[in-house]
């Protein structure tokens, strides 16, 4: 065996160590050693070609590869498949700001360009965060890369959407869509961020038509309504209040004069109006809000637009308002209303405003002509595989979030208006489709679905590999690891797509991990400065430092206040690995020793022996369970417990007198290397360059394999 330097060097380390197992091949299932009937597969959740490495990407990568190198040394026949978003508005709207580096638009290039332009972007840049997971040292098999644009997935979506087609569950309509001004596209109410404001409340006042029959109260000439928004007013086909509203009772029916447009308008009753709103009784703009749309569709209201897909009044307003932007005419609005008494009083109100998910936008909401996917049979199979426990959250209380969508849910609109993308596969359609439908179908068209179609694509398929196709061997997966912000966007669309396309859940059990805030609190942001690079911590500190010192943070709770010291101790932690193994390889020098033939007896074992195995036997059903409950943390604690106290502390210093006893002197060799092999067995998932690096200096039967596909550890 080699001896180790003085101080543990992570950067002369992690590359050479990174490097040899790429060559071993062990990332890949079809090469690891051994019989290994039982699969384990994990799919990464594809990160976005425009997106650079962040502290919940490495917090997520780091779970995903703990239980993926914990199965790996197991025994299992273990897949983690990476791969990559196209992201279409997020892609199209990074290659966008780069041509307006150049004083041009994607219109000035046209659509066939642009789109080369931004596969040219995607060869250059997008490959950046999967580069930057390695350096994390995680051990997906690369060889499996996919990408949600290749031409096999491309294929996959065509597939999908014509197999909708045919149920009749496709269709296309003009309803009120969520619409960026800037990105020229419809969003879902899943893509939009609120963002809290300081805005105003804005009292209007509207005139009877007949003051006559208008209540029995003569003195009331007008109803009041409150608004956010004054310059949707101009498109109002209705006024509302709650038919429980006592003080509204007797004006159910009656008519008001819509000020400045001077059309007659009703009263209506219907039980959305929140009557605690403003005066309760509210504007109805059919064109231009959700809630409205709804109440215009019970009540058969006209939809009148007054806002267009630019942002900019129609010509439906009156003329002194045409063509102003919506903003513009709000401050002309206002004060005209102010001028011809209308205008009752301004109150500051607290509001959220929904923004466009990529571009910070504020949205508009306006009739546009859609594709939408009908959602009701879907919604039940996704609601089935919880109820039915097929597929397990973890922790249960995000099922709620879950089911609190699909109980109430509408149908999909997934049709997008920009260039990049998967075009929707009907003739004369330019539209591409919502980004989120291709990437429901990551689970099994990574895999290699639809199957191929002739045998002679089989035989391709196969080429080089096991007999069965990776679909027929990995789906479904054992876990999907994810952040709770897309539990709708994405995990209960690829439940009820699995469920529809390959009869079976896509996956086991769905882990939401934490959301990494800054020690304040805060959320982390690279543009606000609040976000903190994995990278850069690699550098200083090493990765596995930074990847245990994570992984310390994940305690059970939703948020993680990170603090750089849990890194530093990382480090302290790596080097007392180190130290302690230096110590043990110099005490038993070119002992001869062979793990697997080790078998413990009671005899002549001392007080202090009895103890580190038993603390070790211990340990390896403490973690075994941790890992089994995804308590990364919890294990990442008892680790670093039995090794640094139970092993350092106590054995190791009890070992420096035992081993100058002839006596007990062979048996303490023994004990040591044991204990420090299977503590880097333990460790290796969490740490794995410096545990490798350690087994890489030992020689065990004269020859070297990777600690890697070593066998985990056996409680006794």
């Known amino acids: 065996m080699k001896e180790l330097p003085k101080v543990y060097q992570p950067k002369k380390v992690e590359s050479p160590i990174y490097n040899l197992w790429l060559r071993s091949g062990f990332f890949n299932p079809d090469k690891l050693p051994g019989k290994r009937k039982k699969s384990y597969t994990i799919l990464i959740p594809p990160p976005n070609i425009t997106g650079s ?126 619409w960026c001004p800037r990105c020229q596209t419809s969003l879902s109410d899943l893509e939009l961020e609120y963002k809290e404001k300081k805005g105003k409340l804005w009292y209007i006042r509207y005139l009877f038509s007949d003051k006559r029959q208008a209540t029995s109260d003569k003195k009331r000439k007008y109803i009041t309504v409150a608004t956010t928004r004054p310059e949707t007013m101009l498109g109002d086909t209705a006024v509302a209040v709650n038919p429980k509203d006592k003080r509204y009772k007797n004006l159910i029916g009656k008519k008001v004069i819509l000020p400045l447009v001077n059309r007659e308008i009703p009263i209506i009753a219907d039980k959305l109006v929140d009557p605690k709103f403003g005066t309760g009784a509210v504007k109805i703009t059919p064109a231009h809000d959700m809630t409205d749309y709804e109440i215009g569709l019970l009540h058969n209201l006209k939809i009148v637009q007054v806002i267009n897909k630019n942002g900019e009044m129609t010509k439906e307003v009156p003329l002194p308002y045409q063509g102003l932007f919506s903003l513009e005419s709000r401050k002309k609005i206002v004060r005209d209303l102010k001028k011809q008494g209308f205008l009752e009083k301004i109150e500051g109100y607290l509001h959220q405003v929904p923004q466009c998910y990529r571009c910070k936008t504020t949205i508009e909401l306006i009739p546009s002509w859609q594709w939408f996917l009908k959602m009701n049979d879907l919604a039940k199979l996704a609601i089935w595989a919880i109820e039915t426990g097929k597929v397990k959250f973890v922790p249960k209380n995000f099922e709620k979030i879950y089911f609190d969508w699909l109980k109430n849910i509408k149908d999909w609109c997934i049709s997008r208006q920009i260039w ?297």
Not at 69 to 76: A, S
Not at 116 to 132: H, T
Request: hydrophobic letters at 40%; one cysteine or more.
């Open 53 to 178: 490495l962040h502290m919940g990407h490495a917090l997520n990568s780091l779970s995903q590869d703990i239980l993926i190198r914990w199965k790996r040394l197991q025994g299992f026949k273990t897949l983690w498949l990476p791969g990559t978003d196209h992201a279409g508005i997020a892609t199209q709207v990074r290659v966008e700001k780069e041509l307006k580096k150049e004083q041009k638009t994607r219109f000035d290039l046209g659509r066939k360009k642009f789109l080369k332009r931004i596969w040219q972007w995607k060869k250059k840049y997008g490959n950046i965060i999967l580069d930057q997971l390695k350096k994390l040292g995680v051990s997906c098999d690369w060889s499996r890369t996919r990408f949600t644009m290749d031409d096999k997935y491309c294929q996959a979506v065509e597939k999908a959407f014509l197999h909708y087609c045919k149920k009749g569950w496709i269709y296309r309509g003009k309803k009120v869509v969520n």
């Open 420 to 716: 990049w993308g998967h075009k929707i596969p009907l003739k004369g359609v330019e539209d591409v489709l919502d980004t989120w439908f291709s990437s429901a179908l990551w689970p099994f068209a990574t895999l290699g679905w639809p199957p191929p179609s002739s045998k002679k694509e089989a035989s391709l398929a196969l080429k080089g590999r096991a007999q069965k196709s990776d679909l027929d061997r990995f789906y479904p997966s054992n876990v999907l690891s994810t952040d709770r912000g897309i539990i709708n966007l994405w995990v209960t669309r690829m439940i009820f797509s699995g469920i529809e396309f390959m009869g079976k859940v896509p996956f086991k059990n769905v882990y939401i991990h934490a959301t990494v805030l800054t020690k304040e609190g805060k959320r982390m942001s690279k543009s606000l400065g609040t976000g903190i690079d994995p990278i850069n911590l690699i550098e200083k500190y090493g990765a596995d430092a930074t990847r245990f010192g994570i992984v310390y943070q994940i305690m059970g709770g939703q948020d993680i206040r990170f603090v750089e010291d849990n890194i530093v101790m990382g480090r302290k932690f790596c080097n007392k690995i180190w130290n302690a193994s230096r110590f043990v390889l110099g005490r038993i020098g070119n002992f001869k020793f062979q793990i697997s033939n080790f078998k413990l007896d009671s005899k002549n074992l001392t007080l202090a022996d009895k103890k580190i195995l038993n603390a070790l036997n211990k340990t390896v059903k403490l973690v075994n369970k941790d890992l089994e409950s995804f308590r990364f943390g919890q294990a990442a604690h008892k680790l670093y417990d039995f090794f640094w106290h139970d092993f350092c502390d106590k054995y190791i210093e009890m070992a420096k007198s035992q081993i100058t006893n002839s006596k007990s002197q062979k048996k303490t060799k023994k004990i040591l290397l044991y204990v420090l092999l299977n503590s880097l067995k333990l460790l290796h998932p969490f740490v794995p360059f410096i545990t490798e690096e350690i087994y890489q200096r030992l020689l065990i039967k004269n020859k070297k394999k990777c600690l890697m596909v070593e066998k985990w550890p056996n409680a006794i």
